[in-house]
Every structure is written in structure tokens, then in C-alpha cells.
């Protein structure tokens, strides 16, 4: 099962992933950055963000493919780098408007097809979210296998903590 944290730079992938890695005793989790640094690719082109898209989509596969749940946690900010990671869950961290590198908030898409939107920072139960995905506390602090959960989650968009 591959999990997608994106949002801007800054909006909390990293910590909101760190704290889903030690929710799911059986997982994996990749961060972008560590992943760039350990293939010394600091091109943030059109061609280096599919590039790197598809590198974190092949560790996760891999991951997935052997009944762990896979985390990434990346930005992810356009449609096309969206779909060549193919998540099965995603998580939308919508949590600042503007991220701290201007060229990634001129081209961010905000995503169409998402199955959780963390919008409030401070409010986060990490338990709470896992068993609102999964709908079963034996996810929570278990070792339940990715292979166990159904391939794709209903197309629902949960807000966490609505904004109005």
C-alpha cells in the first residue's frame, strides 16, 4: 500500500510522515529529500520532478510489493507527478498558502483526488486519522500487512479539521 503525504515546502510532510512510519509498525517511509540526496539530484526541472516521481513510485512499489505500507513524503506539486506515483492514499498537508521557494508555488497544483486534507497542524492524532482511513484500530500499533487492506480506498476527502 503506497501512502502519498504532499503539500508545499514546509506545510509538515515530514513530521506528519515520521509519525505515520511509527503508527504502522509494517512500513517504509522515504522522504524526497533524503532520497535526492542519496542520488545527487538537486534538479527541480519539469523533467527532475518526474524524475524524481517516478524513483520514489519504483521504492515504493517495491515496498508494497513485499506487504509493507510504503510512505513518501514529497511534495508531488503537479498532476502528472501525481499520477506517476499512483498512490493509493493521499495525503494532502494544506496547511500554509505559500510555500518558502517561489518557483514550486507558481507551478503547485492542488490536488483533485485525495483521501485525506490535513488543514489544522495542531490538532493531529495520528491514531484517530489511521483508524478513519482504515476504519479498523488493528492498523494502530500492529502488524497487519499491506496486502491485507483492499487496493483502493473509497473516493472520499476527509477534512481533519475544516477551515471556515
Known amino acids: 500500500m503506497k501512502v502519498l503525504i504532499m503539500?508545499?515546502?514546509?506545510?509538515?510532510?515530514?513530521?506528519?510522515a515520521e509519525k505515520l512510519h511509527k503508527a504502522l509498525i509494517n512500513s517504509a517511509w522515504f522522504n524526497a529529500d533524503k532520497i535526492r540526496e542519496m542520488t545527487n539530484d538537486w534538479d527541480f526541472s519539469d523533467e527532475g520532478r518526474?524524475?524524481?516521481s517516478k524513483r520514489m513510485r519504483n521504492l515504493a512499489d517495491f515496498e508494497s510489493e513485499n506487504s509493507r505500507w510504503a510512505i513518501c513524503d514529497f511534495v508531488c506539486p503537479t498532476r502528472e507527478t501525481r499520477k506517476n506515483f499512483d498512490a493509493d492514499i493521499t495525503i494532502w498537508m494544506d496547511t500554509i498558502d505559500q510555500g518558502r521557494f517561489e518557483d514550486t508555488n507558481k507551478l503547485f497544483q492542488k490536488p483533485e483526488n485525495i483521501e485525506y486534507r490535513i488543514t489544522d497542524?495542531?490538532?493531529i492524532n495520528i491514531d484517530e486519522i489511521v483508524l478513519d482511513l482504515f476504519g479498523q484500530r488493528n492498523f494502530i500499533h500492529s502488524n497487519v500487512h499491506a496486502g491485507d487492506v483492499p487496493k483502493r480506498m473509497p473516493a472520499k476527502v476527509y477534512n481533519y479539521?475544516?477551515?471556515e
Do not use: A, E, N
Request: aromatic residues 10%.
Open 7 to 16: 503539500g508545499l515546502p514546509g506545510s509538515g510532510k515530514t513530521t506528519f
Open 50 to 52: 518526474t524524475r524524481q
Open 121 to 123: 497542524w495542531d490538532k
Open 161 to 163: 479539521m475544516k477551515s
